[in-house]
Nanobody
Framework: QVQLVESGGGLVQPGGSLKLSCAASGFTFRRYTMSWYRQAPGKERELVATITSTGGSTNYADSVKGRFTISRDNVKNTVYLQTNSLKPEDTAVYFC?????????WGQGTQVTVSS
């Protein structure tokens, strides 16, 4: 079965960095676009970044452009989100997602808290 397992979250001071990972299994990872989303308390889940199957194209939310970088390793079946220059407003649970056919699959999320 499809599984997505995020890791790498934590507590970081403003201006700090974290590298999030999402390990995928149960499907042919290299064939599918992968995305990172986040959900802050009391807010809707929002798209953060997307990367195509080969990694040749990426897209970012305006709020994270220039600070976050999405990447993937199609040998390790893992997608990453490098988060730099973190701000308190980046505090959220971060999820990875893929869509196979018409079905969306989500991980359980990893908490990122940016606070001094």
């Amino acid at each position: 079965q499809v599984q997505l397992v995020e890791s790498g979250g934590g507590l970081v001071q403003p201006g700090g960095s974290l590298k999030l990972s999402c390990a995928a299994s149960g499907f042919t990872f290299r064939r599918y676009t992968m995305s990172w989303y986040r959900q802050a308390p009391g807010k809707e889940r929002e798209l953060v970044a997307t990367i195509t199957s080969t990694g040749g194209s990426t897209n970012y939310a305006d709020s994270v452009k220039g600070r976050f970088t999405i990447s993937r390793d199609n040998v390790k079946n893992t997608v990453y989100l490098q988060t730099n220059s973190l701000k308190p407003e980046d505090t959220a649970v971060y999820f990875c997602k893929t869509v196979l056919g018409v079905t969306s699959y989500w991980g359980q999320g990893t908490q990122v808290t940016v606070s001094s």
